[in-house]
């Protein structure tokens, strides 16, 4: 049973960034599927950010592209979200999955934190 | 990029009724089509993939059909813990985008 446990801050400022580090047990991210962000504003539908493969290469959503940056950590098993120069409109909760395809198809899901963009 | 938009936004049902949601892609997807459905205050869960493959697990009850752009999701016969909201999901380009969502109420 694959799982993935997020962690990072649940409240950040306007204009900095969110960083979230999911953190992948019993299956390793080297063993193939790709790694994704998912995320969810309150009372809202799902919003995918983008994925990563364990050998580096990214997709990122045009939408976020200019402000986000996803990374994989393979001694850790682990993959990490960044979101810059962030604004309340990215309050959401964000899920950490494991995606079958570069764009979707998401198998695992993590509990997804709820991360807050206030002052 | 394509867009995906479900039909209706939400819907009530009674017990054992069959319930069938839409998802149209504005462009041609082929089968690279998700549903998921997401309980109140849970994480989303994986129900078909492929347009019409049921994930492991998944009841019977669910079913998918579709190709192209225009898609299925169906329970044949409605239970109480099948109230949730409903999403589509296609996957054969990125971005991975979702529809709006299908809330799905018991009468």
């Known amino acids: 049973q694959v799982q993935l446990q997020e962690s990072g801050p649940g409240l950040v400022k306007p204009s900095e960034t969110l960083s979230l580090t999911c953190l992948v047990s019993?299956?390793?991210?080297?063993?193939?599927?790709?790694w994704g962000w998912i995320r969810q504003p309150p009372g809202k539908g799902l919003e995918w950010i983008g994925s990563?493969?364990?050998?580096?290469?990214?997709y990122y959503n045009p939408s976020l592209k200019r402000r986000v940056t996803i990374s994989v950590d393979t001694s850790k098993n682990q993959i990490s979200l960044n979101l810059s120069s962030v604004t309340a409109a990215d309050t959401a909760v964000y899920y950490c999955?494991?995606?079958?395809?570069?764009?979707?198809?998401?198998?695992?899901w993590g509990q997804g934190p709820l991360v807050t963009v206030s002052s | 990029d394509t867009q995906m938009s479900q039909s209706p936004t939400s819907l009530s049902a009674s017990v054992g009724d069959r319930v069938t949601i839409t998802c149209r892609a504005t462009?041609?997807?082929?089968?690279?089509l998700a549903w998921y459905q997401q309980r109140p205050g849970r994480v989303p869960k994986l129900l078909i993939y492929g347009a019409s493959t049921l994930q492991s697990g998944v009841p019977s009850r669910f079913s998918g059909s579709g190709s192209g752009t225009y898609f299925t999701l169906t329970i044949s016969s409605l239970q109480p813990e099948d109230v949730a909201t409903y999403y589509c999901?296609?996957?054969?380009?990125?971005?991975?985008?979702f529809g709006q969502g299908t809330r799905l109420e018991i009468k």
């Open positions: 999901q296609k996957y054969n380009s990125v971005p991975g985008s």
């Open positions: 999955a494991r995606q079958r395809y570069s764009s979707g198809c998401i198998d695992y």
């Open positions: 462009q041609d997807i082929t089968h690279y």
């Open positions: 990563i493969y364990h050998s580096g290469i990214t």
């Open positions: 019993d299956f390793s991210i080297t063993s193939g599927f790709h």
